[in-house]
């Protein structure tokens, strides 16, 4: 084999919360991720010329280091002693810098792909050490589906599976800074924490819209007021037809869950009439 392709997931946040800062900057989350049916690709192929060479569609994506396909890459063959090259083909079709993990599911992928071409014999729990090396949602991105992520993203543990549905993605032409969102973030009485425990127990009963009705992202609470078409799009999507409409992780990304696909497309429309220069996506849940 001289040459693999594989699709990578985005992932949302059905639900995030943030339990405390700690002493050394980081934050204890507790998050329902979610894989959902939007890739980017990556195509990878062996050459006799040693190195790394990255070509991608987005001519403003670095193709270095900055890269998280060529880092997670390099950290691969490196260690490997790997002496031919590669040659990979991004793909994306994820917005970038969305809350959707394009850049960390690409480099998760890149390293499925890479363990597969030159036969290291990796397991996923493996490639998921390795990962999170580069960066907190690596591992899950590796492991995929229906996962509750705690700590500071680095525990996982395997969740009953979300059930059926339809996902509307809004991502507005606007930029979200992730530090922005973590300074700004107040942890007091005051803040509407999701109840993470009681929404897996809806999906353990396979109870859609009691999950639905349940839906919270604590990050909202700073991101919103700094933009508030946010909440114009979250109210879009509820009042065509949404069972519920949450932010994705920091943002700017908002989606919507629905029990019938015509519902989803209809308010797909809104939303692209709506004056943000929205990307919108109708997909399903990526299992
Ligand atoms: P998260 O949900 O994990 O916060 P995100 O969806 O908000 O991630 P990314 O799309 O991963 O953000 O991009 C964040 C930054 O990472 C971009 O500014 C981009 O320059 C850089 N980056 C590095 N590698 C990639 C990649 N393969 N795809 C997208 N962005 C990448």
Redesign the pocket.
């Known amino acids: 084999m001289d040459s693999i392709w594989i699709n990578a997931p985005?992932?949302i946040n059905i639900g995030l919360d943030v339990l405390r800062r700690r002493e050394d900057g980081y934050h204890e989350v507790k998050m329902i991720m979610q894989s959902i049916r939007l890739f980017?690709r990556l195509t990878l192929t062996k050459s006799a010329e040693p190195g790394i060479r990255l070509q991608?569609n987005?001519h403003?994506?670095?193709v270095n280091e900055?890269?998280?396909?060529?880092?997670s890459a390099k950290m691969l063959m490196d260690e490997f002693g790997i002496k031919e090259g590669v040659d990979i083909q991004?793909e994306?079709r994820?917005?970038?810098?969305?809350?959707?993990?394009?850049?960390?599911?690409?480099?998760a992928s890149c390293m499925l792909a890479l363990n597969n071409l030159f036969e290291l014999g990796l397991t996923k729990r493996q490639l998921m050490k390795r990962g999170v090396k580069l960066?907190?949602?690596i591992p899950y991105c590796v492991l995929k589906g229906t996962v509750l992520s705690e700590g500071i993203g680095e525990l996982l543990s395997t969740i009953p599976k979300m059930p059926d549905c339809h996902i509307l993605i809004c991502k507005p032409g606007i930029h979200?800074s992730?530090k922005f969102v973590y300074t700004n973030l107040v942890l007091d009485e005051n803040t509407p924490h999701p109840d993470i425990d009681s929404m897996i127990d809806a999906m353990r009963k396979k109870d859609l819209h009691g999950l639905c009705s349940r839906l919270g992202n604590v990050l909202e609470t700073v991101t919103i007021p700094a933009h508030p078409e946010i909440d114009v799009i979250k109210k879009c999507m509820m009042e065509n037809g949404a069972l519920g409409s949450l932010m994705?992780?920091?943002g700017p990304?908002v989606f919507g869950i629905y029990d019938d696909l015509d519902k989803a497309k209809a308010a797909k429309e809104k939303c692209r009439a709506l004056p943000y220069h929205c990307f919108v996506f109708v997909t399903d849940l990526y299992r």
Not at 66 to 71: A, E, P, S
Not at 96 to 107: E, I, L
């Open positions: 985005a992932k980017d991608t987005l403003f994506l670095p900055d890269n998280l396909v060529y880092r991004l994306k994820i917005p970038v810098a969305a809350g959707m993990a394009g850049g960390s599911t690409d480099a960066g907190a949602d979200v992730t994705s992780g920091s990304t």
